[in-house]
């Protein structure tokens, strides 16, 4: 009976080892998820766009579009979740349009046209690069740029605007760390040993000197509310919390007036 017994546990042990492997392996395949076919244009909205290329200072070439929105006083630079590539967030550009925001989307390295492999390093590199191409080459402003992630964009922008000057930061859907996201979904295993990437949206958040506004979802099946209202509390003031209904990823378009009521009032709060 011993020996039955020490050879189950031997069994658990091997089992669980072997999957913490596997885990710890899998994670870039598991955190990016990327797509390199461009399936949609902004054109076929009708929406007027520049497609653009930024170097990054490691040398590796991205790709994005540019969208303007007539005179348009401010420009959101939109770091996009972990999925696809910006052909899939045409609802966001044609929402930033109508509202009056030109917007810079770009794909991170390993996405869509851009070159590369993704990493945590790269996609940070990725932002840094999108953000000196609107200063350098269209000319905007720091006070003229909001700096907009959804996800594990959010995470993203919460760095670039701990590093860079920026009239607003807005986060969407936004989870507090890599390794917290990793013990919802992985409780059994020590995450925090580990985990390869960090992402750590909430202490870049309580580094933020610029207005705040978070937005999450109540009903969010990815990333719970209680890491959105986490992250909320890391924000120094000016801060918003904004409550959405709808899924992780399409809590924006299910609660569309109040989604479209708190940019605006953000808009004039700026303004």
């Known amino acids: 009976m011993g ?7 031997g069994v658990c042990v091997a089992a669980y080892l072997g999957w ?23 054109a076929q909205l009708d929406i007027e766009f520049e497609e653009v290329f930024i170097e990054t200072v490691d040398g ?14 401010f420009t959101v630079l939109f770091c996009h979740g972990n999925g ?30 851009s070159g590369g492999k993704p990493s945590e390093k790269g996609t940070y590199l990725d932002a840094q690069a999108a953000y000196e191409w609107l200063r350098e080459t269209r000319k905007t402003p720091p006070d003229r740029i909001i700096i ?21 930061l ?24 580990f985990a390869r990437f960090r992402y750590s949206t909430a202490r870049h958040v309580a580094n933020v000197t610029c207005p705040v506004m978070v937005i999450h979802s109540r009903t ?9 209202i986490d992250v909320f509390n890391a924000a120094n003031e000016p801060r ?23 940019w605006a009032e953000l808009i004039e709060s700026l303004s």
């Open 240 to 262: 918003r919390f904004v409550e959405i209904s709808g899924g992780h990823n399409d809590g924006f378009l299910v609660s569309g007036e109040i989604y479209r009521a708190a």
């Open 60 to 73: 590796v070439r991205l790709h994005g579009w540019y969208v303007p929105a007539g005179e348009s006083e």
């Open 20 to 42: 913490a492997i596997v885990l710890f392996l899998m994670q870039p395949r598991l955190l990016y998820r990327p797509v390199k076919d461009i399936a949609y244009t902004p």
């Open 84 to 113: 696809g590539n910006i052909s899939h967030r045409l609802d966001s550009l044609s929402f930033f349009q109508q509202i009056g925001l030109s917007c810079l989307v770009f794909d991170y390295r390993g996405y869509g046209k």
């Open 3 to 9: 020996l039955s017994i020490l050879y189950l546990l």
């Open 170 to 193: 807005v986060l969407e859907s936004a989870f507090t760390s890599y390794t917290d996201m990793g013990r919802r979904f992985y409780p059994y295993m020590p995450v925090r040993w």
């Open 148 to 168: 907009f992630g959804r996800s594990l964009g959010g995470s993203i922008a919460a760095h670039l605007a701990d590093h860079a000057a920026c009239c607003a």
């Open 220 to 228: 969010d099946e990815i990333v719970p509310y209680e890491f959105g």
